[in-house]
């Protein structure tokens, strides 16, 4: 079913974090968790065991890209505006063995 609601998937994170990804600049170390993110991010859940040794299969990588380059053509973001729970939030390692710096390009990319 749909939801039409907040969901809680961020979590409290750090806002200079926020304020980067707003601004679409190079992000800052997530070094406090002073802001809540439910109400300001979009979650995707990326199934993976997080051990660092799970593969991430292409096809599941080129899905994260296209639903994030989505959500970013709609809003009229670029690839600066997707981040992983790991730049957000300290402590969090998701997606754990995914480059983010490397999903963002992807998403540029397809948006050109």
Sequence with gaps: SLSGGRANH????DDD???AVIAEKALPPD???NTDGNRHFY???CENLGDGKDPWPAVQVEAMEAAAAAVCRVHN???PSVIGHLEWQPGKIDPRGVSMA???RRVDERLS
Excluded: K, P, T
Aim: proline share 0%.
């Design 31 to 33: 070094n406090e968790a």
């Design 17 to 19: 974090v926020l304020r």
């Design 43 to 45: 979650g995707f859940e």
């Design 10 to 13: 961020a979590g409290s994170g």
């Design 77 to 79: 973001w670029n690839g």
């Design 102 to 104: 490397g999903l963002r």
